[in-house]
T-cell receptor, first 113, second 115 residues
Framework: AQKITQTQPGMFVQEKEAVTLDCTYDTSDPSYGLFWYKQPSSGEMIFLIYQGSYDQQNATEGRYSLNFQKARKSANLVISASQLGDSAMYFCAMDSTGNQFYFGTGTSLTVIP | NAGVMQNPRHLVRRRGQEARLRCSPVKGHSHVYWYRQLPEEGLKFMVYLQKENIIDESGMPKERFSAEFPKEGPSILRIQQVVRGDSAAYFC?????????????FGNGTRLTVT
């Protein structure tokens, strides 16, 4: 069965510092995708970054990068140079051969000025 | 290009009433997914539809909930005889034919409050 685990319910980071949000996953499918979404207080789900299981390099999108360690089954999100607008809930999700995305329970990030 | 449009944004219903949530997919997308987010939780899959067909409803409660995606018009998630436990945010996403290992782009959600 597919499962996503986010063990950090809340994180704090100083403005302009980098922060890592943890995500581990479990699947028996050889091919899968890993995604991160941001949910600000306004409630919408914003897609941030994607990593495919066969991708050789870690994904990067601007200030977001995904630290993908396949053997450890982890897909941590790294946000560099944090901004106040980064304060939000962050969800890790996984997609495999079925129709569903599986979401973790989320990490609440607060950026401190 | 318009993204996935959901309405209403907020919906308040009394216990026992019906709730109808609408989702207009991205133009040209023929696949729709509904997810539910309970307070303090991540999104949970409910149902996956193609035009006029339910493909996977394994996440849908067996009673009171139904979904459709007609040939014309938006996808509708219908909850009959709502109870307080139905209070949640309901998100819709759409995709073209081929979606595997590409991101789902969600609408802004409908926040249902049952009083």
């Amino acid at each position: 069965a597919q499962k996503i685990t986010q063990t950090q319910p809340g994180m704090f980071v100083q403005e302009k510092e980098a922060v890592t949000l943890d995500c581990t996953y479990d699947t028996s499918d050889p091919s899968y995708g890993l995604f991160w979404y941001k949910q600000p207080s306004s409630g919408e789900m914003i897609f941030l970054i994607y990593q495919g299981s066969y991708d050789q390099q870690n994904a990067t999108e601007g200030r977001y990068s995904l630290n993908f360690q396949k053997a450890r089954k982890s897909a941590n999100l790294v946000i560099s140079a944090s901004q106040l607008g980064d304060s939000a809930m962050y969800f890790c999700a996984m997609d495999s051969t079925g129709n569903q995305f599986y979401f973790g329970t989320g990490t609440s990030l607060t950026v401190i000025p | 290009n318009a993204g996935v449009m959901q309405n209403p944004r907020h919906l308040v219903r009394r216990r026992g009433q019906e709730a109808r949530l609408r989702c207009s997919p991205v133009k040209g997308h023929s696949h729709v997914y509904w997810y539910r987010q309970l307070p303090e939780e991540g999104l949970k899959f409910m149902v996956y539809l193609q035009k006029e067909n339910i493909i996977d409803e394994s996440g849908m409660p067996k009673e009171r909930f139904s979904a459709e995606f007609p040939k014309e018009g938006p996808s509708i998630l219908r909850i009959q005889q709502v109870v307080r436990g139905d209070s949640a945010a309901y998100f819709c996403a759409s995709s073209p034919i081929s979606r595997y290992n590409s991101p789902l782009h969600f609408g802004n959600g409908t926040r249902l409050t049952v009083t």
